[in-house]
Nanobody, 119 residues
Framework: QVQLVESGGGLVQAGGSLTLSCAAS????????MGWYRQAPGKQRELVAA???????NYADSVKGRFTISRDNAKNTMYLQMNSLKPEDTAVYYC?????????????WGQGTQVTVSS
């Protein structure tokens, strides 16, 4: 499996930008796909963006055109560039990785990083 550590969260004004990072360690060769999820108070965790091992990406409709997901395999790090932030983007953002080691599939989560967008 892999261990994931997020960083880069913080407080920003509406219209501002933040870049989140997710550093992976452990069996990083086994990762098939990674993604960013978020959970706002009182709401369910939702997918924000995902990237496959082949660098295919998909985004939630609410962030299309504003957020960009990318990964640097040499650094075992995934990023989420967030532009034109809105108050409704306020949430805890979690890094996720899915993979397989041997015949065992796994899913790993980071501890989360808070993003707060003020109006």
């Amino acid at each position: 499996q892999v261990q994931l550590v997020e960083s880069g969260g913080g407080l920003v004004q509406a219209g501002g930008s933040l870049t989140l990072s997710c550093a992976a360690s452990g069996s990083t060769f086994s990762i098939r796909a990674m993604g960013w999820y978020r959970q706002a108070p009182g709401k369910q965790r939702e997918l924000v963006a995902a990237i496959s091992s082949g660098d295919s990406t998909n985004y939630a409709d609410s962030v299309k055109g504003r957020f960009t997901i990318s990964r640097d395999n040499a650094k075992n790090t995934m990023y989420l560039q967030m532009n034109s932030l809105k108050p409704e983007d306020t949430a805890v953002y979690y890094c996720n990785a899915e993979g397989e080691v041997g015949w065992n599939e796994y899913e790993s989560w980071g501890q989360g990083t808070q993003v707060t967008v003020s109006s």
